[in-house]
């Protein structure tokens, strides 16, 4: 099977509205489209970064547990999606610019002993988000 591209990232939201407006305000994403699915709730689609992330609520009878935004974060905890990358050009100048926007650092950008430095960040609904800078 040949794989022609990442299609999308599809993130259950507890406030789509919320989640997508974090995304176009920090990461300067913008909105594709809106669309209802099966059971009648609103999805939003953004662009961000060359991606397609999907935002929408959690389906009927599925309740999102509490965001692992403090502490050690989902990187940490175990969840089934550890987080996702954006690939930025300089790792330390975009820490500095979210946390100044307010954003949660889960730590402070690594610069490992190859040609990798990164940060974790906290988004809304629990996500986590590295930031990737290769040199």
Same mark, same amino acid.
């Given at each position: 099977m040949e794989i022609e591209s990442l299609d999308h990232i599809h993130v259950y939201a507890a406030d789509p509205e919320i989640s997508a407006l974090f995304y176009i305000e920090n990461f300067? &994403?913008?909105? %594709? %489209?809106? !669309?209802? !699915?099966?059971?009648?709730?609103?999805? *939003?689609? *953004? &662009? %961000?970064g060359g991606a397609v992330m999907v935002l929408g609520p959690f389906p009927p009878g599925i309740e999102p547990s509490d965001p692992p935004e403090t502490g050690d974060g989902a990187y940490l905890q175990g969840f089934g999606v550890a987080h996702f990358g954006l690939k930025v050009a300089d790792v330390e100048k975009a820490a500095v610019e979210l946390k100044g926007s307010g954003v949660l650092l889960l730590g402070e950008p690594v610069h490992e002993k190859t040609e990798l430095s990164y940060c974790y960040l906290a988004a809304p609904d629990g996500v986590v988000v590295e930031l990737t800078q290769y040199e």
């Open positions: 300067d &994403a913008s909105e %594709l %489209l809106r !669309n209802e !699915n099966v059971y009648g709730q609103t999805r *939003i689609f *953004i &662009a %961000l």
